[in-house]
């Protein structure tokens, strides 16, 4: 039986210097380790240079004649891949269950070589971390990016009353600063998050940017016929405050996103069906859409957490109660923004107005509750649990 043909390479007049070595690296990388590959070439001195290169990297070579050379893989010829790791999990579609500090920052599974120095990211384990729906809630996000410049009417016509301008800009100023810290929250966690973990990664960048897209259209509502910003209270900073004290990653996306967002669709909603003019109607329709989108995502990783750690929801729980212990001292949302929730809703100063505006807030309040109400029992808290658990969310909303 007749041997098999060597594999063979002809590089023509190609030197070595001018890429003709990345054509023999690519040859001789299907051949075996003691495997034999025949390069052939034509260019000046190519046998001397390709001589030197296969000392350099352990490669044995028996010069034929001036235009052929046998060069034998050597049994390092791996070199610096030897031992390299693989950037990936056991489970197929779904990331590791523990990124390593020494993947870096590479590629999900991106073959990573040994020494690469180690990040040191405090989110690295998946169900500290991790939603199903991550991917989709991505491409949802990306999808539904939209331009304050165009997507909003901002020359539509309209006068209001003073009264009822003045609670707009109450209301927008109050939207800001809660904006600032749903934007900042995720923020804070962002640079922690392996990027082993890219779709929650890609996705709170959005969810910021969103934020940020955010208090931009809110500020420029409240400015809109030349007011400056309205109040903004201890109280509410104080309950903004223990957001950023939230312990974890987990805790924070469940106060903010499940809880506080979660009732801020509510309030954005009704800011929309109750909106004294079209530039109003506007930035909450769409502002709304997009905290909708920060619900999900902060359900779902809730959902995947418990599902993984069952008993991390009596963390979940005393972190409510802490909350509500330490906003014990605080009025909780101020009168300022009540009042002028009520005016909005009423749309004039007389009594039947403002006896429909104050009662449409009530409703609006008993609607947040219910809410939240269903997503504590979503995430496998009993009806009275969750019940008692909705009445310890902070009174300002968020």
Do not use: K
């Amino acid at each position: 039986m007749d041997a098999s043909p060597l594999p063979t390479i002809d590089i023509e007049s190609l030197g070595l210097a001018e890429g003709a070595l990345l054509l023999i690296r690519r040859a001789l990388a299907e051949v075996p380790a003691g495997g034999v590959l025949r390069v052939r070439g034509r260019a000046p001195d190519w046998a001397l240079h390709l001589a030197a290169w296969c000392r350099q990297q352990g490669h044995g070579l028996q010069t034929c004649d001036a235009h052929e050379a046998l060069v034998t893989r050597g049994a390092q010829a791996d070199g610096r891949w030897r031992g390299a790791q693989a950037a990936a999990g056991d489970t197929p579609g779904l990331p590791a269950d523990e990124a390593l500090p020494g993947w870096g920052l590479a590629a999900r599974g991106a073959t990573v070589e040994t020494g690469s120095p180690p990040f040191a990211f405090a989110l690295r384990r998946r169900r500290e971390l991790w939603a199903a729906t991550a991917g989709e809630l991505y491409r949802q996000a990306a999808a539904a990016q939209w331009d304050p410049a165009t997507a909003i009417d901002w020359d539509a016509p309209f006068d209001l009353p003073d009264a009822i301008e003045d609670a707009v800009v109450q209301v927008m100023t109050y939207l800001i600063e809660n904006e600032n810290a749903a934007l900042l929250v995720p923020a804070r966690h962002l640079g922690q998050i392996h990027p082993h973990f890219r779709e929650v990664l890609q996705l709170l960048a959005l969810q910021c940017a969103d934020e940020a897209r955010h208090v931009e259209v809110f500020t420029r509502r409240a400015q809109l016929r030349g007011r400056s910003p309205g109040l903004s209270t201890a109280g509410g900073q104080a309950s903004l405050q223990t957001l950023f004290q939230a312990p974890d990653f987990s805790i924070a996306t469940f106060l903010l996103a499940v809880l506080g967002e979660g009732s801020f669709v509510n309030l954005l909603n009704f800011l929309q069906a109750h909106a004294p003019d079209p530039v109003t109607a506007q930035v909450c329709r769409l502002a709304a859409r997009d905290e909708a989108r920060h619900v999900a995502f902060g359900m779902a990783h809730l959902e995947y957490r418990l599902e993984e750690e069952p008993d991390f929801q009596v963390r979940l729980a005393n972190a409510i109660e802490t909350r509500y212990d330490q906003l014990a001292a605080t009025s909780g949302l101020n009168e300022e923004v009540f009042d002028a929730l009520v005016l909005i809703a009423a749309g004039a100063l007389t009594p039947a107005a403002v006896a429909r505006g104050h009662a449409a807030v009530q409703q609006l309040q008993r609607d947040m509750a219910a809410g939240r109400r269903a997503r504590l029992a979503r995430l496998g808290f009993a009806r009275d649990e969750a019940e008692r658990l909705s009445a310890l969310h902070t009174r300002n909303f968020m």
